[in-house]
């Protein structure tokens, strides 16, 4: 069984921001209409901001000397590292591919707003994933105060869309 250090998790995380920044700047590009282009801005300047947090978390740790592991009593079925690797591998998203790869720029504004929201619940699910297995010292607070954040995207975006279907 493999376990994931912290480095590795904050690697995928910031992966994960990398990506969704470049996807609402590429949805930025593509939509015109004034209120959505500047709500996927705003969205993009959010995921660079939560990229430098993981970055800043993960240059704290590899400053310390020290990259722990998911504590094995933590998960004793190893379903934390499975998790991990299924994220890692692409099972669950592929961090590998940017969404914005996906954007063809024929994409109307709910087609955006739809592939936004799913991302969004991706990297919450995915924070939660990870949120029990940082220590209060690597940054837990951190990873809750950018799952709140995601969650508040996930509210906006849901917003938009169910004010484009009235």
């Known amino acids: ?14 992966q994960v921001e990398r990506n969704g920044a470049r996807f609402y700047n590429r949805a930025a590009e ?8 500047k709500i996927l801005t705003v969205l993009a300047a959010a995921e660079v901001q939560h990229e430098k947090i993981f970055a800043a ?6 400053k310390a000397g020290q990259v722990p592991t998911v504590d094995p009593d933590f998960d004793l079925q190893g379903e934390a590292a499975l998790y991990l690797q299924a ?10 591919v940017s969404p914005a790869d996906l954007l063809t720029g ?19 699910i995915f924070y939660l ?13 951190e990873i809750d105060r950018i799952i709140k954040e995601e969650m508040a995207h996930v509210t906006i975006i849901s917003k938009e869309l169910a004010a484009l279907n009235r």
Do not use: T, W
């Open 1 to 14: 069984m493999s376990y994931f250090n912290a480095d590795e998790i904050f690697e995928i995380a910031e």
């Open 30 to 37: 593509i939509i015109e209409e004034p209120r959505c282009h």
């Open 57 to 62: 978390m993960r240059a704290d740790i590899l």
């Open 87 to 96: 994220i890692a591998d692409g099972q669950i998203f592929d961090v590998k």
């Open 106 to 124: 024929e994409e109307n504004i709910e087609d955006i707003l739809q592939m936004a929201l799913g991302r969004e619940k991706d990297a919450v």
């Open 129 to 141: 994933g990870i949120k029990d297995m940082v220590s209060e010292n690597l940054g837990k607070n």
